[in-house]
C-alpha cells in the first residue's frame, strides 16, 4: 500500500517536472536532431567515446600490462604484427598494440588538463577584459597579445628546458599558450553580449556585476566556449606529441604516442608498424574531436551550418 | 504638491576620443541642459525624432549612463550623488521597459526566472512565495501560468512585452521609464500593450516617463508632453494643448506629419528641410534655427530658454516671449 502511493506520488512528480522542463527537453531533442543531421559528427562522436572507454579501462585488458614500464625482451624485437602482437613489436620486444592503448590515457589526461587550465586563466580575464573595458580591457587585452606573439612551441621549448622535460612541463608549456585564445574569444563575446537590453534590465534593478556575468553574460556565450574547447582537445594532444616528438615531452619508459612515432621513425620504413599505428591513433583522435566539434556547432549555432 | 522626478540641467555628453593617445577631442552633446518635473500619478510622454536623446535621458535619468552634470531629484533626493549602496534603494523605485522585446529578455532564462529577479535581488520574497508572486504578475500582465516554465523566445513579439512589463512592476516601483515599449509592435499588439499599461497605472498607481515618436501614442496615453530636439527640451505642455494650440515651430511640423484618420481633413504638411543637426557641434544660437520655416536673425545668434508662456505651456522659441507674473 505505502509502496503503491509511492509510486503514485513519484509518478505525479514525474509528470510535473515534465510539465515545468518541457522546454529544455525541448531544447535537448532539437540539439540531438541537429547533431544527428551530420553522419561524420555521429562518426566523430563514436570515435571520441570509444577512445575514451578505452583509456579508462585500457590499463585493466592490454595483453602485457608490464610493456608500459621499463621491461625489455630482446627476443622479441621487430616483430611484425600478428596474432601474439597486433600491432607488432618495438626495438626493445615491447607490444607497440598494448603501449598505443596506454598512452591513450596519458593523451586523453593531458588534453582535457591543458583545456581546463587554459580555460580557467583565459575565460574570466577575457570576461572581465570585455565587460569591464576601459583600462582594465586594455591591460589585459596587451597582455594577451604579447602571449600570442611569442610561439607556443619555442615557449614550450623554453619551459621544458628550464624545469626539464616532463609530460608535466609540457602540459604546463601548452596551457600557458593556450589560454590567449579563449580570453580573445571571451572577451569579443562578452563586449557585443553586454550590449543587450537585458543586461541593462538587470543593471536596472541593482544586479551586482557577478550576477550579470554569471547569469546574463556567460550562458549565453558559453556554447562557443564549448565549441572551440571541443575543437582544441584535439589540437592540445597533437601538441603535446609533438613535444614528445622532439623529445621534450613524455620521457620513456612512459608511453606516448609522439615519442613512439619518433623512435619508430629511425627504423622506417623496415618496421613500419611501429611508428604508422601511434599515428592512427593520434589521427583518429584529432579527427574524432574535430567532427565532434563541428557538431556541437551545428547544434547551438544551426545558421553558422556550411 | 511636490513632483515625484524632477531633473535640473541634466547634461549627457559622450566624449569622442581621437589620434594616437585617445585624446579628448569632442562631445556629443546627447542630452543638454534638461529641466523636467513629473508629478506623481502622471504620464509624461516624450516625443522626439531618432537622435534627439530621449532614450539617453530615460537611461540617464535611471543611472543606468552616468550623468555628466546636473541634478535628479527623485521624491526630493538627489540621486546623482548617491552611493551605490543607496542607489539600490532608488532602483526600487524606479524600472524600465524596452523598446525592442527581442532583446531585452535574456534568451537562457525561463519567465519565472526573468520576473522573478528583481524580487531575489532585493530579497523581497523568498521559496514558495517568489512563485507565488510571480504568478500573481504574470496574471496581472495577461499570461497564463504554464507560461512561467518556457523561455522567451517561446513568445511572441507582445507576449514578450508583457514579460518585460511583469518583470518591471514586480518591485512595485512608483515611476516606470517606457522607452519606445511599442514601437516594435504590430499595430494590433501595440493597442493591447497600451491598454496594459494604462489599466496597470491605475491599479498600481504607477508614474509614467512614456518615451515614444509616435504622437497617436503618447495622445493616448499621456497627460503632459515634453518634445525633445537635439538635446533640448522645445516645448511642454497638458496634451491638449500640444495638439489644439501647439507653438514651436519644431511641434508644428511634427504635428502636421501625423497621419489622419479622415481623409477629408486636410493639412497643409509643414515639410522640414534637412536632417536633424548633429549633436557633436552645436551651432550658436537657436538648435532648431537652421530648419526652422519661422527662423529670423534673432534665432542664430540667441539660445532661447525653455519659458513659461502662461497655463503650464513652457516654450524655447524667440516667437513666444514669457509670459510676465504681472
Request: glycine residues 8%; hydrophobic residues 45%; proline residues 6%.
Amino acid at each position: 500500500m505505502a509502496t503503491q502511493t509511492a509510486a503514485v506520488g513519484g509518478r505525479a512528480w514525474l509528470g510535473r517536472w515534465r510539465a515545468e522542463n518541457e522546454s529544455e527537453l525541448d531544447e535537448w531533442r532539437r540539439g540531438v536532431y541537429r547533431f544527428r543531421q551530420s553522419t561524420l559528427s555521429i562518426v566523430g562522436l563514436a570515435a571520441i567515446l570509444f577512445l575514451i572507454v578505452v583509456s579508462i579501462t585500457g590499463p585493466y585488458w592490454v595483453p602485457y600490462p608490464e610493456d608500459g614500464t621499463g621491461t625489455v625482451h630482446p627476443a622479441e624485437r621487430f616483430k611484425a604484427p600478428d596474432g601474439g602482437h597486433l600491432f607488432g613489436t618495438d626495438e626493445v620486444g615491447r607490444d607497440v598494440f598494448t603501449r598505443v592503448v596506454l598512452a591513450t590515457q596519458t593523451s586523453f589526461k593531458a588534453g582535457i588538463i591543458i583545456l581546463v587550465v587554459a580555460i580557467s586563466i583565459g575565460v574570466p580575464l577575457g570576461s572581465i577584459a570585455g565587460y569591464f573595458g576601459g583600462r582594465v580591457n586594455e591591460i589585459i587585452m596587451r597582455a594577451t597579445d604579447i602571449m600570442l606573439t611569442v610561439p607556443g612551441i619555442f615557449l614550450a621549448l623554453s619551459i621544458t628546458a628550464a624545469l626539464g622535460p616532463s609530460v608535466l612541463n609540457a602540459m604546463l608549456a601548452l596551457s600557458i599558450t593556450w589560454w590567449p585564445g579563449y580570453a580573445r574569444l571571451v572577451q569579443a563575446q562578452v563586449l557585443s553580449a553586454r550590449e543587450n537590453d537585458y543586461v541593462q534590465a538587470a543593471r536596472s534593478m541593482g544586479a551586482s556585476h557577478r550576477r550579470i556575468i554569471f547569469k546574463h553574460i556567460l550562458p549565453n556565450i558559453i556554447s562557443s566556449i564549448i565549441v572551440k574547447a571541443s575543437l582544441d582537445v584535439g589540437f592540445a594532444i597533437l601538441n603535446l606529441a609533438a613535444l614528445g616528438f622532439i623529445g621534450v615531452g613524455a620521457q620513456p619508459p612512459l608511453p606516448e604516442w609522439g615519442a613512439m612515432i619518433a623512435s619508430g621513425r629511425r627504423v622506417l620504413p623496415q618496421y613500419w608498424w611501429y611508428s604508422t599505428f601511434p599515428g592512427l591513433a593520434m589521427f583518429l583522435t584529432v579527427f574524432g574531436f574535430n567532427m565532434l566539434g563541428d557538431g556541437l556547432r551545428d547544434v547551438f549555432d544551426p545558421r553558422s551550418r556550411r | 504638491m511636490d513632483p515625484l522626478l524632477d531633473v535640473r540641467h541634466l547634461k549627457k555628453y559622450f566624449p569622442i576620443r581621437g589620434g594616437l593617445w585617445q585624446r579628448h577631442v569632442n562631445d556629443v552633446h546627447a542630452v543638454d541642459d534638461v529641466d523636467l518635473a513629473i508629478m506623481p500619478g502622471e504620464s509624461f510622454g516624450l516625443v522626439g525624432e531618432s537622435g534627439s536623446g530621449k532614450t539617453t535621458l530615460g537611461k540617464t535619468i535611471l543611472r543606468l549612463s552616468e550623468p555628466t552634470s546636473g541634478e535628479i531629484f527623485f521624491e526630493g533626493r538627489d540621486i546623482c550623488k548617491a552611493t551605490h549602496d543607496e542607489m539600490q534603494g532608488y532602483r526600487v523605485d524606479m524600472q524600465m521597459v524596452f523598446q525592442d522585446p527581442y532583446s531585452s529578455l535574456n534568451p537562457r532564462m525561463k519567465v519565472k526566472d526573468i520576473v522573478s529577479e528583481s524580487l531575489l535581488i532585493h530579497k523581497r520574497t523568498k521559496g514558495r512565495e517568489t512563485l507565488e508572486r510571480v504568478r500573481e504578475l504574470i496574471n496581472l500582465v495577461g499570461l497564463m501560468d504554464d507560461h512561467l516554465h518556457r523561455f522567451p523566445h517561446e513568445f511572441s513579439g507582445g507576449q514578450r512585452q508583457r514579460i518585460g512589463i511583469a518583470r518591471a512592476i514586480a518591485l512595485h516601483p512608483r515611476l516606470l521609464v517606457l522607452d519606445e515599449p511599442t514601437s516594435a509592435l504590430d499595430v494590433s499588439v501595440q493597442a493591447q500593450v497600451l491598454n496594459l499599461l494604462l489599466d496597470l497605472q491605475k491599479k498600481l498607481d504607477l508614474t509614467y516617463l512614456f518615451i515614444s515618436h509616435d504622437l497617436g501614442v503618447i495622445r493616448y496615453v499621456c497627460n503632459r508632453v515634453g518634445l525633445m530636439y537635439l538635446g533640448r527640451i522645445v516645448e511642454i505642455a497638458p496634451v491638449e494643448k500640444i495638439f489644439d494650440e501647439p507653438k514651436h515651430p519644431y511641434t508644428l511640423a511634427l504635428l502636421s506629419a501625423m497621419p489622419e484618420a479622415d481623409p477629408d481633413h486636410k493639412v497643409q504638411e509643414i515639410v522640414l528641410e534637412g536632417e536633424i543637426g548633429s549633436p557633436i557641434n552645436i551651432p550658436r544660437g537657436c538648435r532648431f534655427a537652421s530648419r526652422c520655416p519661422a527662423q529670423f536673425g534673432r534665432c542664430h545668434v540667441e539660445d532661447p530658454p525653455l519659458v513659461d508662456t502662461g497655463d503650464k505651456h513652457m516654450v524655447a522659441c524667440h516667437l513666444h516671449p514669457a509670459k510676465d507674473a504681472t
